[in-house]
Nanobody, 125 residues
Framework: QVQLVESGGGLVQAGASLRLSCAAS????????MGWFRQAPGKEREFVAA????????YYADSVKGRFTISRDNAKNSVYLQMNSLKPEDTAVYYC??????????????????WGQGTQVTVSS
């Protein structure tokens, strides 16, 4: 497993931007696919974005496509989620995830190897 620590959450107004960061513990970070999920109060956890280990494959939920960008820096063992044009419906706890298989992150959330503790994002209207 990989230990993951998210940061960068906060309270912003609609239309603003935030950048979430996730630091991973393993030196083999570069061999892991990474992803972001979110869970709003009273709602189920949902997939947000994922990136392959080389950074050349990315996937996004339709609800964030065109507004959010996932990226990674393998030299820093980190993955990022740039969130622009934030909406109140983006309010949620955001979780960083890691798995050796990108498809697992995109399609089989219950099988993902590692999860972070989450960071709160609140978007006011």
């Amino acid at each position: 497993q990989v230990q993951l620590v998210e940061s960068g959450g906060g309270l912003v107004q609609a239309g603003a931007s935030l950048r979430l960061s996730c630091a991973a513990s393993r030196r083999t970070f570069s061999s892991y696919a990474m992803g972001w999920f979110r869970q709003a109060p009273g709602k189920e956890r949902e997939f947000v974005a994922a990136i392959g280990w080389r950074g050349d494959s990315t996937y996004y939920a339709d609800s964030v496509k065109g507004r959010f960008t996932i990226s990674r820096d393998n030299a820093k063992n980190s993955v990022y989620l740039q969130m622009n044009s934030l909406k109140p419906e983006d309010t949620a706890v955001y979780y960083c995830t890691a798995d050796r298989v990108l498809n697992t992150i995109v399609h089989v959330a219950t099988a993902i190897d590692s999860w972070g503790q989450g960071t709160q994002v609140t978007v006011s209207s």
